[in-house]
C-alpha cells in the first residue's frame, strides 16, 4: 500500500518562509513518476503549485514562480518545496501528489493526507 507522509505547514506571517516535505513510503517493486504539490484554499478548487518529473524538471504555477522552488530525493523517495515571501492568498492545505508504477497496480496517482499552511497579514 503506497503512502504519502508529508511534514511541514504551520503558521507564519507574511513575508516569512515555510518548507513542505513528503515521502512515498511502504512502495516495493515501483517507479515514482512526477511529484509535485498541489492546494487547495477555501471554497476554491484544488490548485498546482509545483511539480518536478524523475529527471529533476520543474515547472510551478505562476502564482509559485520566483518564490517556491520543489525539489526531489530519488534516492530516499521525497519531494520537498520551499516556500519563501508567503502571501496570505497562499493560504491553503497543501497536498503532495505522486504518480507511482507498481507491479501491482500499473501507474496510479497517489495523494498525501493534506497540510495546513497558513499565512496571516
Known amino acids: 500500500q503506497v503512502q504519502l507522509v508529508e511534514a511541514g505547514g504551520g503558521l507564519v506571517q507574511a513575508g516569512e518562509s515555510l518548507s513542505l516535505s513528503c515521502v512515498a513510503s511502504?512502495?516495493?517493486?515501483?517507479?515514482?513518476?512526477?511529484m509535485g504539490w498541489y492546494r487547495q484554499a477555501p471554497g476554491k478548487q484544488r490548485e498546482l503549485v509545483a511539480t518536478?518529473?524523475?529527471?529533476?524538471?520543474?515547472s510551478s504555477a505562476d502564482s509559485a514562480k520566483g518564490r517556491f522552488t520543489i525539489s526531489r530525493d530519488n534516492a530516499k523517495n521525497t519531494v520537498s518545496i520551499q516556500m519563501n515571501n508567503l502571501k496570505p492568498e497562499d493560504t491553503a492545505v497543501y497536498y503532495c501528489?505522486?504518480?507511482?508504477?507498481?507491479?501491482?497496480?500499473?501507474?496510479?496517482?497517489?495523494w498525501g493526507q493534506g497540510t495546513q499552511v497558513t499565512v496571516s497579514s
Open positions: 518536478i518529473t524523475s529527471r529533476g524538471v520543474a
Open positions: 501528489h505522486a504518480n507511482i508504477w507498481t507491479m501491482l497496480a500499473g501507474s496510479v496517482d497517489y
Open positions: 511502504s512502495v516495493r517493486f515501483f517507479r515514482i513518476n512526477d
